[in-house]
């Protein structure tokens, strides 16, 4: 099936209700046979649901079709983006390990890495830039994995998957990638190499602005059996659940199976069967969505591109976007509706725009309906200092806009009125009132 297909379809059949809508599961266990089913079920000999920390067949649905879609083995769905992210390294590293990260990240990511893992003893290497051979210079031995988002967020810069998934894999090492922003209909990193995907629902997938949910995908791509020093907690008894063995006893999927057995299953993290049924309906009209918004941006990003008060805009759509030549090559001829831009006048005439807009709703996140309008130096990346800014790609000035699916009139029109008002450099009381409520 096509990816339109898919997104409705996929992981899904009915039961003896014929349902068409994949039904809520809310419970919380499953009841077994008799102590023989329950025994196999928990030594995982046959599928089968037990307790919903674990599995449930709502969210198994929705796991299903995001493995479909990004053309993975296996999915495993958990409660939001950032435990999506925690879980992946943690699957693959303990005290004394490392892994390299590509420095442009969504902020939580960064600072999770540069602050928090180093707490437990583990070192993540940030190189200068995101290039391939930045990234080989700091694999060594104790390097368990390469990181990166394939669209950065706000950053906007697009990895070269092939190249940093061939430096990854010639050192041992599995590459990690972030797709939230591009979305498996952009863009499809396992094709491309990558061998584990993971996803904020929270953005595009989910799509209105209601419901957090994360997502790691196994591409089942990764010879872990070929590196037993390196992967010991694939290739050895797992004393946290009863001396399974990964590596033989789930070859098409050891990664995530332990994603599952330890990860999930210790820090409780999971998707509740609601949510995944509404990262189900988002999913449904993903396809058509991204059109759209892809359709405004462009109209957006034009207006901007031309507007005298602007003093630079970037966007993947333009072709002198210095990572256009790797977006055609690998989301073709689409982009993502993220649009980032500085206003004449800094970071105080960025502030003035962001508190002026009425339309746009002045919030961190992405891929809402609703057209969004953030400010990451102060909201999102405010932890960062100043050289952390620079190296994630954040700079001061920087305003983001996720583009929704209003009409694109509406929304230049409220740019406009916001660049309107004069004095940006000098935001007032008045304008940080905010709108009439009524208006918005
Ligand atoms: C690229 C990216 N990854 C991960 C996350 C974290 O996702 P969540 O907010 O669902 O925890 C975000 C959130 O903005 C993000 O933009």
């Not at 037993?228 to 199976?257: C, K, S, W």
């Not at 090559?329 to 649009?339: F, T």
């Amino acid at each position: 099936m096509r990816d339109e297909t898919l997104a409705i379809h996929g992981g899904y059949t009915a039961d003896s209700t014929r349902a068409v809508a994949v039904p809520i599961y809310q419970t919380v266990a499953h009841d077994f046979t008799d102590a023989d089913h329950a025994g196999k079920v928990f030594d995982l000999e046959v599928p089968g649901f037990h307790y919903n920390r674990i599995n449930n067949p709502t969210v198994d649905v929705l796991e299903q079709r995001l493995a479909a879609l990004e053309g993975g083995v296996a999915g495993m769905a958990l409660s939001s983006g950032a435990a999506a992210v925690s879980t992946s390294v943690l699957n693959l590293l303990g005290a004394g390990d490392n892994f390299v990260s590509a420095p442009q990240l969504y902020g939580a990511t960064y600072t999770y890495f540069a602050h928090v893992l180093p707490k437990l003893g583990i070192e993540v290497r940030f190189p200068p830039d995101d290039q391939a051979d930045s990234i080989e210079a700091l694999i060594d031995d104790r390097t368990k994995a390469v990181f990166c988002e394939t669209v950065g967020n706000p950053a906007g810069n697009v990895i070269d998957l092939e190249r940093v998934a061939e430096v990854a894999h010639r050192h041992g090492v599995p590459l990690i990638v972030d797709n939230t922003v591009p979305t498996p209909l952009l863009l499809k990193p396992i094709r491309h190499g990558a061998d584990v995907v993971i996803h904020s629902l929270t953005k595009f997938i989910g799509g209105h602005g209601t419901t957090m949910g994360g997502m790691i995908i196994d591409g089942g791509t990764f010879p872990w059996a070929e590196h037993p020093e390196r992967f010991p907690m694939m290739n050895e008894p797992e004393l946290a659940f009863h001396g399974v063995r990964y590596t033989t006893q789930f070859p098409d999927a050891p990664y995530i199976t332990r994603c599952r057995t330890v990860g999930l299953r210790n820090t409780g993290s999971c998707l509740s069967p609601f949510n995944a049924f509404l990262h189900l309906q988002g999913l449904e009209s993903l396809a058509v969505r991204l059109v759209r918004h892809e359709a405004n941006a462009r109209i957006v990003a034009d207006y901007l591109a031309h507007d005298a008060r602007i003093a630079w805009v970037s966007f993947l759509g333009f072709p002198d976007n210095p990572y256009h030549e790797l977006a055609r090559r690998y989301l073709g001829e689409r982009c993502p509706s993220i649009i980032t831009f500085g206003v004449r006048g800094g970071y105080d005439a960025g502030i003035a725009v962001f508190n002026r807009v009425q339309l746009f709703k002045r919030l961190v996140n992405m891929g809402d309906a609703k057209s969004l309008i953030a400010h990451p130096a102060s909201t999102t990346h405010r932890q960062l200092t100043p050289s952390d800014l620079a190296l994630v790609g954040v700079t001061p000035d920087m305003v983001r806009l996720s583009i929704g699916l209003e009409h694109p009139d509406d929304l230049i029109e409220d740019l406009d009125q916001a660049l309107s008002s004069q004095d940006l450099g000098h935001a007032g009381p008045d304008v940080l009132k905010g709108p009439d409520p009524a208006f918005r």
